[in-house]
């Protein structure tokens, strides 16, 4: 299986300011997916990130909000824009190697202060 | 669209007991269903899938479609289970994940 290096892993930042978080896999994958995960909440899925082409984004989730680079097939970027508190989650990059087998990475704690 | 009820937030099984970890979905299609575990301090991590049929850590889950069903069953819980267990749908090549369900194994 993949193996899904993400960073930061933890920030706290300041309203109004924005994080760009970076997920690297150690093979090429053609669709990366990102996943937000509110405290005691379950995982909810922000975007789905193709290389060379943009980000489709689901319900309730936008671009200007939640920008994402995909520049080759090992690498991704989400940027989480103008950030308020509501913005406190942990977001985990995920990529399917093949078959199924859905790896995630060690995912970043994001708090807004 | 697809859903999965996980109806159990917290769970806590004597050492030696059975376990049983609930799923229940909603979806269309033709569904693929997966367990993920998290323990403490790591990363989620792909438990089973009900495609391999196979049987990690002790762990089986059975695909029901007339229940619409994939609980997650162990006939005797280790403490080392203890961990955050979540049930997935995948379909159009996305995940769907249910609220989770915290399982602690009493020593």
């Known amino acids: 299986s993949a193996v899904i290096s993400q960073k930061p892993s933890r920030d706290i930042c300041q309203r109004g300011t924005s994080l760009t978080i970076q997920c690297q896999v150690d093979s090429q994958v053609t669709m990366m997916f990102w996943y937000r995960q509110q405290p005691g909440q379950s995982l909810t899925l922000i975007a789905t990130?193709?290389?060379?082409?943009?980000?489709?984004?689901e319900s309730g989730f936008v671009i200007d909000k939640f920008p994402i680079s995909r520049p080759n097939l090992t690498f991704s970027t989400l940027t989480v824009s103008n950030m308020s508190p509501e913005d406190s989650s942990i977001y985990l990059c995920s990529v399917d190697p093949g078959s199924r087998s859905y790896t995630f990475g060690s995912g970043t704690r994001l708090t807004v202060v | 669209a697809q859903r999965v009820t996980q109806p159990e937030k917290l769970l806590s099984v004597f050492k030696g007991a059975p376990v049983e970890l609930k799923c229940n979905y909603s979806?269309?299609?033709?569904?693929?269903l997966f367990w993920y575990v998290q323990y403490s301090r790591q990363r989620l991590q792909l438990l089973l899938r009900?495609?391999s049929r196979e049987s990690i850590k002790g762990f089986t889950a059975d695909l029901n479609k007339g229940e619409t069903s994939f609980h997650l069953k162990k006939p005797f819980a280790q403490e080392e289970d203890s961990a955050m267990y979540y049930c997935?749908?995948?379909?159009?090549?996305?995940?769907?994940f249910g609220t989770g369900t915290r399982l602690t194994i009493i020593p």
């Open positions: 990130a193709n290389q060379g082409s943009e980000a489709t984004y």
């Open positions: 979806y269309s299609g033709s569904p693929e």
């Open positions: 009900h495609i």
């Open positions: 997935a749908l995948g379909g159009n090549e996305k995940l769907t």
